[in-house]
C-alpha cells in the first residue's frame, strides 16, 4: 500500500495511524479503500481488508472531528473529592433527617399511650339503631320476609303500577292513626294484593319509622313485631325524601 | 365535685369545657367560649394543670398543636387501652423519614424528598396524606406544577407537639432552614 511518501501493508498503517507516527487527516481514504480492494484476492481477504479499512476511516473520522472537551481530565481528577464530599454532605444531610426521624419515633410512641376524648367522627362510626329500639332492622326484615313468601308471584302481565309511594304513605298512616296505638307488622301486609303494593308499604314504613312518627317495637324474641303509632308530625317537619 | 374544691371557678369551668372536648382548644377560643380574658384563662389553665398534677389525677392537661386538651396519663395507657381504645398502626420508619423531612423543608415537592432520601417515597408519602399528617399546601411553579407538601395541625397532634418550632428545637437546629410557619392554620 503506497499513499504518498508512506508505503506498508493495511496492518502497518493502522499501526502507525495509532502510534501516531501518520496524521490520520492526511490520509485519502479512497486510495486506501481503492488499494485494499485491489490487493485482496478472495472473498476472506476482502472481509478482513473491509474491516481493516472501516478501522482506518474510524480514526480519520476521530482526527476529524472536535475531540470532547478537554474539561473531563481535570475534573476528572478534581472529581473524586468534590464528588466524595457532596455525597459526604448529601449523607449528613440524610443522617439528620433519619435521626429527626428517630425523635418523631420517640414523640409518637409517647403520644400513642395518652388517650384524649376520641373525635365525634371516630364514634360515629358505630350506627345506633336509635329508631329501632327494641326490634333490630334483622327481624324487621325477617318480617317481611314472612309477608313476602306469602304473596305468589304475578307473572306474565306486565301493568301500569296502581299504587304510588305516596299513596303508600298515606294509607299506612291512615291505617295506623285509624289502629290507635299498635298495629300487628303482618296485618299490615294482609290487604297488599301483591309484592308491589308490599315493597312500597314497607318502605313507607321505614319512612314513618325515620320521622319518629311510629316506632317499631318486639316485646319478646320471635314475638310479633308490632308497630306504635305516635302521630304524623307536625307541619312544616322534613318532607319525605323518599324516592318513588 | 369535691375533688375541686380547691379549683376556682374559671379553672372548674375549663376543665368542664376540656373534658368536653375532643379536640386541643386555643387559648382564644377558651377565652370566648369561657366569657373571660385570655390572660386570666392562661392562669386557670396553669391552676387547673397543677391541681390535676398535685392531686394525682389519671388526666393531665397537655399543650398541643397550639392548643390544649386533657390527656390520660401515660401510665395508665394499658387501662384504657382494654377498653378498646383505638389502636393506630405506628408508622414505618420510611415514613418517619419522609414526614421529618417534610415538617422541616415545608413546603417540599415529592422529587426534593425523594431526592435527599435517594429512593422513592410516593408509598410512604401517601400513608401520611391519608393519616392526614401531611397534605397539599400548594404547587411549585415548576414544569409539571409539582404538588408542595406540609405538615397538618393534625400532625402537632398525633406526636404531642405544641408547634412546628417545638420540633425543629428538639430535633436538632443542624437541619437546614427553620420551619416555616404553617401555610394553613387549619388541617
Known sequence: MRLGTWEGSLTELITALEGGGLDAREVPLAAVVAQAKEQAQDLEGRAVAF????????????????????????????DPEAEAAELAARVAAYQAFAEAA??????????????????????????????????????????LREVWQRAAPRTG????????????????????????????????FASAADRLEIVLTFLALLEVVRLREAQVVQDAPFGPVRIRWSGARAEGAPRTGMPR | MSEAEGLGPLAARLEAMLFAASEPLGLSRLALAASAEPASVRRALAEL???????????????????????TRAEHAAAVEALAAPRVTPLSRAALEVLAIVAFQ????????????????????????????????????????????????????QFGLRSLEDFSRVAGPDIGPRPQQLPHSER
Open chain 1, 51 to 78: 474491516a481493516l479499512a472501516c478501522r482506518v476511516v474510524e480514526l480519520k473520522a476521530r482526527a476529524l472531528l472536535p475531540s470532547p472537551p478537554p474539561e473531563p481530565e481535570p475534573t476528572s481528577e478534581e
Open chain 1, 102 to 143: 428517630e425523635v418523631l419515633r420517640e414523640f409518637e410512641m409517647q403520644r400513642r399511650v395518652r388517650f384524649g376524648r376520641p373525635s365525634a367522627s371516630t364514634r360515629a362510626s358505630k350506627p345506633r339503631a336509635a329508631e329501632l329500639p327494641e326490634a333490630s332492622l334483622e327481624q324487621l326484615l325477617g318480617a
Open chain 1, 157 to 188: 302481565e306486565v301493568e301500569r303500577p296502581r299504587f304510588t309511594m305516596d299513596q303508600a304513605l298515606s294509607a299506612l298512616r291512615a291505617r295506623l292513626a285509624a289502629a290507635g296505638t299498635q298495629v300487628e307488622f303482618s296485618e299490615l
Open chain 2, 49 to 71: 394543670a397543677a391541681h390535676l398534677a398535685a392531686d394525682g389525677h389519671g388526666v393531665e392537661l397537655t399543650e398541643l398543636a397550639g392548643g390544649f386538651q386533657l390527656l
Open chain 2, 106 to 157: 415545608q413546603p417540599v415537592t415529592r422529587a426534593a424528598i425523594d431526592e435527599i432520601r435517594g429512593v422513592h417515597s410516593e408509598g410512604a408519602l401517601g400513608t401520611l396524606v391519608e393519616r392526614g399528617l401531611i397534605g397539599e399546601v400548594g404547587r411549585a411553579e415548576a414544569p409539571g406544577r409539582p404538588i408542595l407538601f406540609g405538615t397538618t395541625r393534625r400532625f402537632l397532634e
